[in-house]
């Protein structure tokens, strides 16, 4: 059977992601991921909404070509478009819904409006092949949140940050630092050489009878000690140690709660190795995206078109709007 070529696009926030997913009998396989990752926020220390969607305005039409080619297909091979509709940036958010409307109504093909949590959850549990019941854990820039995924399409919250979310505390954390942006990857190499027990750190919320997170105590305790000379390297390890710990625990207890055996771990953060050994570790059977397939991207928004494709569900309208929140 010839297999249902899926277009994914991402641009809910600073990354222009387009990937095409070629779905067959045998499950989803990702064929081409392209992402424009964009550097105008660097001097900004952080993502500016207007210049995001010039800079999405500006890419996105270079990098649909690039998806296809790679994918090793033409423009009227592509049988179905999905895009993500929110959260996010509004401005961001449109570029890419109404590319990708206009694109399905164009090609006259199924458009599917995808959730940009789906797409990071659907990043990890497509290439195992996992079938629900699970635990998914979404540990991003924006977010972090723990589902119970009881379903095709059914995520029943479980527990989420109260305050700032886990890469924004790596970003917070490096740039107080001055480890530099984005601060996940800066933490992590600049750990390897710091020493975890330097300075100390209390995992968050520990003793909690619920599964919330709380970053911001750690973001504060890393201030401080900087402003007394702890060496960047010793906070960055002592951060990440306290955050990974409280990550895992929570996820484990909850995990243990519910009887679930299946954890998928996604969002930029699982890029971390530290919070991949630690996951290891735990005797879950854990699931984490594989390369590229962590931080913003599109094919993550084609495996989630393509589980909608795959459970029956009906095609998206054409009006529908982006939504900067969505529950
Ligand atoms: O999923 P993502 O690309 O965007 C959002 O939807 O937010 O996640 C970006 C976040 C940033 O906060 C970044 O610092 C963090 O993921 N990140 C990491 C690592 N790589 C990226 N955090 C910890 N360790 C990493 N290796
Ligand atoms: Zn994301």
């Excluded at 997913?21 to 500016?48: F, K």
């Excluded at 928004?301 to 309208?317: E, K, N």
Aim: net charge negative.
């Amino acid at each position: 059977d010839a297999p249902t070529f899926i277009l994914g696009i991402d641009t809910s926030c600073d990354d222009t992601g387009l990937g095409v997913v070629a779905l067959t009998a045998a499950g989803p396989q990702v064929r081409s991921n392209i992402v424009w990752s964009q550097t105008v926020h660097a001097e900004y220390g952080g993502v500016m909404p207007e210049l995001a969607s010039r800079e999405h305005v500006e890419r996105i039409d270079t990098l649909l070509p690039r998806a296809l080619a790679e994918a090793g297909i033409a423009l009227s091979d592509l049988d179905v478009v999905a895009a993500t509709s929110g959260p996010g940036l509004m401005g961001a958010l449109l570029v890419g819904l109404m590319y990708g409307k206009g694109l399905a109504q164009a090609l006259k093909i199924p458009f599917y409006a995808a959730h940009h949590l789906e797409g990071h959850i659907y990043a990890a549990a497509s290439e195992e092949g996992l079938q629900p019941p699970y635990l998914a854990l979404v540990v991003s820039g924006g977010h972090t949140h723990l589902f119970d995924v009881t379903g095709g399409g059914e995520y029943r919250l479980v527990g989420a940050t109260r305050d700032d979310a886990a890469g924004e505390a790596f970003d917070k954390v490096a740039r107080l630092a001055g480890l530099g942006y984005p601060g996940g990857p800066a933490i992590s190499a600049a750990a390897e050489r710091g020493d975890p027990l330097a300075v100390p750190f209390k995992t968050p919320l520990q003793g909690q009878q619920g599964f919330e997170f709380s970053f911001s105590g750690l973001k504060t305790a890393a201030l401080l000690a900087f402003q007394r000379g702890a060496r960047p390297e010793d906070l960055a390890a002592g951060f990440q140690r306290a955050a990974v710990r409280s990550l895992v625990d929570t996820a484990v207890r909850a995990a243990e709660a519910l009887g679930r055996e299946t954890l998928v771990v996604s969002g930029g953060v699982a890029a971390n190795r530290a919070l991949r050994d630690a996951f290891g570790q735990t005797g879950l059977r854990v699931a984490f995206p594989a390369g590229g397939l962590n931080t913003d991207n599109g094919a993550m928004i084609a495996l989630a078109g393509a589980a909608a494709l795959r459970d029956g569900q009906p095609p998206s309208s054409l009006d529908g709007g982006a939504a900067a929140y969505l529950p």
